[in-house]
């Protein structure tokens, strides 16, 4: 992508938007008086952080965690930017979120389960310190010890959250990969990781339908994944799964005489907690590493300031485990605060596009965060779901993982929040953690599309190609964080020069660079405009073009592939594929058939999110004289846009009319 007007045609589309998008919406009186942070305490916070930037966050670890050993050294740069946290100190992750609440809430509510049917579950913090103990001595049974990388491949049921705090609990490091992910996927992701062991279940329900995970942890396993010893297999849809007794276990069988008592295994701060893998801009996704106690010091302060948790809420974070969003505010915040979290395994639309609204009804909860496009997804069915349920106990929505258009922020407030729920739209990313910007709801006024302000402690800025900080409102840059925070990713696990040069790489290792673009408005508020590099995000999801591309490429009759984003009404994004046959081109660049089969091959080497929409067939992409695709280009053509850019530099300016469909 050329640097020219990057930023210039973004800001001036926002800017638009937001001439109309004016209103400001102050915290409603009753919320701001009960919040936990109110305006004179965020400011406090703010100048706390400024002050003493690591006073503040050590100030804040010693309270907020319970350590085995305490540590006395806050921030260590000396290896920038490879920065620990607390790193003298001890402590257990699993302890944090259950061990510690045991004396005071043992009976209280954890977890609210709903099934897809409707079955459902509830498990005391009591309840669920036990099966975490008998799960965790059950790991150990089978050899598995601290360090050993244990994926994690499940439907959204309880024993997803048991599996990841068992872990923790002896020192194994997760690595959960999303059930919608391919066999293919998860081979990936296991051999990369040199997993020790797979989680699985026989099936989880989705759609009306099973997933079949097991099958695919068979498929994936049967060529490759040499490290694997156990594969751990919950019984979930109870249907016929092939067993290898020598490798798989049943879960039930493996805690069957297990006792409910596990010593947590004591690690330093800086011990890996957990892997996520997520895409970047080459084709290989990212093995996001990320420590113990940073993290876990903010995703505790972020469900206290951004979620403004108290001890009778019901919070509902619709994320799939298999997302940090799942990872942060469904399993680790949620329970390190003592609160109660409901679990939902299905999909919103079953039976109807009520399904939400009613969970929200029949279980009484009162926080909700969940993302653009299903909010706009729903939105598009019609008021008369939400209308048909009792949401008055919700006091508070939340919004992530892409910019929410105006439209569908109104109808939240409005058709579920009846306006008197303050939304708050947080800005994060699988490396950060947690929230980084997001408005603290009782203290500062929200704007629709915006994610507001930068938390306290956290430095995020806009600057320019060359790293100047850009102060003069409304203009496009680079987003930064200007210091190290506690939950930062710490790697990218087997590949330390690419965390090197993705995020500390362009600015000479002086900020953190995110991979956004943004804006801030004459008040200060973030506006974020979108991704910098060749990364895409479907459905709130990140998905690299050159992953895509590496899959089109991968079936035999294809020569070239190029992909784009364009937008979409629901999905946000939506996958455009240029593809050059090895063939010969069909007729009229089309051929339903073939793009058919294009599409369940890339759904088979990565998951059903990554299918492109549309398929257009070409003698050849559009490329410079240098070789180098102009990706530019392909956007506006599929966008069905007319080409307003300079296509002097193109070899071969007649493959136009090909990739317009036009012959
Ligand atoms: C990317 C991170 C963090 C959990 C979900 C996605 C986009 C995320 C927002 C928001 C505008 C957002 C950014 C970011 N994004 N939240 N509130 N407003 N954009 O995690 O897969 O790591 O993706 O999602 O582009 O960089 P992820």
């Keep these: 992508m050329s ?49 003493d930037y690591e006073g503040f966050w050590a100030n804040l670890a010693h309270q907020e965690l319970n350590w085995q050993h305490a540590f006395s050294a806050t921030l260590d740069s000396s290896n920038a930017p490879h920065f620990r946290w607390f790193y003298d100190g001890q402590l257990n992750a699993s302890y944090n979120c259950l061990d510690r609440h045991l004396a005071s809430r043992g009976d209280k509510t954890a977890i609210i389960f709903e099934g897809e049917k409707g079955d459902t579950q509830q498990l005391s913090y009591r309840q669920l310190h036990t099966k975490v103990c008998q799960f965790a001595n059950g790991l150990k049974s089978i050899g598995i010890k601290k360090g ?119 690690v330093n701060s800086e011990h890996p907690l957990f892997l996520l893998y997520t895409s970047g801009s080459t084709g290989k996704p990212k093995g996001i590493q990320h420590s113990t106690a940073g993290y876990l010091l903010n995703a505790i302060v972020t469900m206290k300031w951004v979620f403004d948790i108290k001890d009778d809420d019901i919070y509902w974070c619709t994320a799939d485990v298999g997302w940090v969003t799942g990872h942060t505010y469904v399993t680790y915040g949620p329970l390190a605060v003592g609160s109660t979290l409901l679990m939902y395994e299905g999909a919103p639309i079953i039976p109807d596009a009520g399904r939400f609204w009613k969970i929200c009804q029949d279980h009484k909860v009162s926080i909700f965060y969940t993302a653009p496009t299903a909010i706009r997804a729903l939105m598009k069915q019609g008021d008369q779901h939400p209308n048909r349920y009792d949401l008055s106990s919700i006091r508070l929505l939340g919004t992530v993982g892409e910019p929410i258009n105006p439209e569908a922020w109104m109808w939240y407030h409005t058709v579920i929040g009846k306006k008197h729920c ?84 362009k600015f000479e290792g002086k900020y953190y660079l995110a991979g956004d673009s943004a804006r801030r408005d004459d008040q200060g508020y973030f506006w974020i405009m979108g991704r910098i590099d060749d990364v895409l995000n479907v459905s709130g999801h990140r998905l690299g073009t050159m992953e895509v591309e590496s899959a089109l490429v991968a079936h035999p009759d294809v020569a070239e592939a190029a992909v784009v984003g364009k937008p979409d009404d629901i999905k946000g994004e939506g996958i455009f594929a240029f593809v050059v046959l ?82």
């Design 422 to 505: 303050p939304i708050v739209d947080t800005w994060w990313q699988t490396e950060t953690g947690a929230n980084m910007i997001a408005p603290v709801p009782g203290a500062m006024a929200t704007k629709p599309g915006s994610c507001t302000l930068a938390l306290p402690g956290i430095d995020a800025d806009i600057v320019d190609e060359a790293g100047n900080l850009i102060t003069a409102p409304n203009q496009g840059g680079y987003l930064v964080i200007k210091k190290p925070w506690p939950s930062m990713l710490r790697t990218i696990w087997n590949d330390d020069q690419r965390y090197i040069d993705t995020y500390w790489g």
């Design 148 to 266: 050993d990388r244990v994926v994690i491949y499940l439907p959204m049921v309880p024993e997803a959250a048991i599996a990841m705090l068992a872990c923790a609990r002896i020192g194994a490091i997760h690595s959960v990969v999303f059930g919608g992910f391919s066999a293919e996927s998860l081979k990936d992701r296991i051999e990369d990781a040199g997993a020790v062991c797979v989680i699985t279940a026989d099936g989880g329900h989705r759609g009306g339908k099973i997933i079949e995970l097991k099958a695919a942890t068979d498929k994936a396993l049967a060529n490759g994944c040499q490290t694997i010893n156990h594969v751990i297999v919950l019984q979930r849809s109870h249907h016929d799964v092939a067993i290898d007794t020598q490798r798989d276990i049943w879960w039930h069988t493996l805690v069957e005489n297990q006792t409910e008592h596990c010593e947590p295994e004591w």
């Design 582 to 663: 090895k063939g010969q081109r069909p007729e009229n660049g089309i051929d339903d058939m073939l793009t058919q089969e294009l599409r369940t091959w890339v759904g088979e080497q990565i998951g059903a999110i990554a299918k492109p929409d549309a398929i257009r067939y070409a003698d050849n992409l559009p490329k410079t004289r240098s070789g180098k695709i102009m990706r530019r280009l392909l956007r506006t053509i599929a966008k069905g846009e007319k080409i307003t850019q300079d296509t002097s530099t193109l070899e071969n300016e007649a493959i136009l009319e090909q990739l317009q469909g036009k012959s």
């Design 3 to 51: 640097s020219d007007n990057m930023f210039g045609n973004n800001v001036t589309k926002n800017i638009e938007s937001t001439l109309q998008e004016d209103r400001l919406f102050p915290p409603p009186d009753g919320f701001a008086a009960a919040a936990n942070i109110k305006k004179t305490t965020l400011a406090e916070l703010q100048q706390q952080a400024k002050q």
